[in-house]
């Protein structure tokens, strides 16, 4: 991580605060600049770690973002929840709790499937709405 140019990575990765939302945005910054460098690089520990380093970085990416960038509008993050969902489904089934601890794992399923379950609601109700005025 040094060589991509991530500067203290005791501070970002610091387990006294659980809740420090700079350092989950540094954090997905410094992974992003690691995916890059590690697809760029000929450096055979890069190789071996650009699988895990992009898988978390993916699953960073579906979740930030989508409460992060206002930008980004609905269809794009039903899009990445469901890309995250697959993504953890796939590495928990293969690698059980050695990937994820189980409870957390079932957490964020859990709000992935809220998530949709809530716009699935809310668009039932929009055409029972236009249903009922015409």
């Known amino acids: 991580m040094e060589k991509s140019g991530v500067k203290g990575i005791t501070t970002i990765l610091n387990p006294s605060d659980k809740q420090n939302v700079p350092l989950v945005l540094n ?12 697809k760029n ?8 770690l650009k699988h895990s380093l992009s ?4 699953i960073l990416d579906g979740i930030v ?3 992060h960038d206002p930008k980004v509008n609905l269809t794009t993050q039903l899009t990445k929840l ?11 089934r293969l690698n059980g709790t050695a990937f994820i601890p189980g409870q957390l ?3 964020v399923q859990r709000m992935i499937q809220g998530c949709f379950y809530t716009c699935a ?12 005025i015409n």
């Open 55 to 58: 898988v978390i970085y993916h």
């Open 27 to 38: 954090l997905y910054q410094a992974l992003e600049k690691c995916v890059d460098f590690c």
């Open 41 to 48: 690089s000929d450096d055979s520990i890069c190789r071996e």
């Open 121 to 132: 609601i809310l668009k039932k109700r929009a055409v029972d709405h236009c249903t009922y």
């Open 105 to 107: 794992y079932h957490d």
């Open 65 to 67: 973002t989508i409460f």
């Open 82 to 92: 469901s890309k995250v969902a697959h993504i953890l489904l796939a590495e928990y």
